[in-house]
């Protein structure tokens, strides 16, 4: 990496900043290790952490780009290709690691959570609260393995909702 200059400092938390995204999106936020990250980039352990001192602030390389990523594969045209494309992006693998990564933060104690709540309300003004939670729940029983109408919607939900 760069030398020790503030440009060189940077340089070096952009790239560490980008292969924190690059392995959440490849492999998922338990791939997101210091030695993942080390083997990437070339840097020492130690060093990372001085740039991300904790597995919770390396939550802090995604700057909105998670987000801005799973709402890039929606359309919001109406409900039905809302939840259409919704369905169309849980066949990948990115996408996947995204909603884990959501889910997963609702049982943190962390700022993880707090951003987890921020997204989730983003999503509310978005998309509305009922199709957000119908998507949600679609993407759990997803993960479970669990059969079911993917064109089904619940009761209480029009489907020109929107």
């Not at 919770?56 to 799973?70: D, I, L, N």
């Not at 039905?80 to 049982?107: D, M, N, P, R």
Request: charged residues 20%; contains cysteine.
């Amino acid at each position: 990496m760069a030398k020790n200059t503030k440009e060189g400092a940077q340089q070096t938390e952009a790239a560490i900043y980008q292969t924190i995204i690059d392995i959440f999106m490849e492999q998922g936020w338990d791939a997101v290790t210091y030695g993942s990250i080390a083997k990437r980039t070339g840097l020492s352990r130690s060093g990372i952490q001085r740039v991300v001192p904790t597995k919770e602030s390396m939550t802090g390389a995604f700057q909105g780009q998670v987000f801005h990523y799973v709402v890039g594969l929606i359309d919001s045209t109406s409900h039905q290709t809302i939840k259409s494309t919704w369905c169309a992006a849980l066949q990948e693998a990115k996408f996947i690691h995204c909603i884990k990564y959501f889910l997963g933060a609702t049982g943190a104690d962390s700022s993880g959570k707090e951003k987890a709540a921020a997204a989730l309300e983003k999503l509310f003004d978005l998309y509305g609260q009922s199709i957000v939670i119908e998507l949600l729940g679609l993407s759990v029983a997803h993960l479970l393995e669990v059969n079911v109408d993917w064109n089904e919607s619940p009761s209480g939900l029009n489907k020109e909702e929107g």
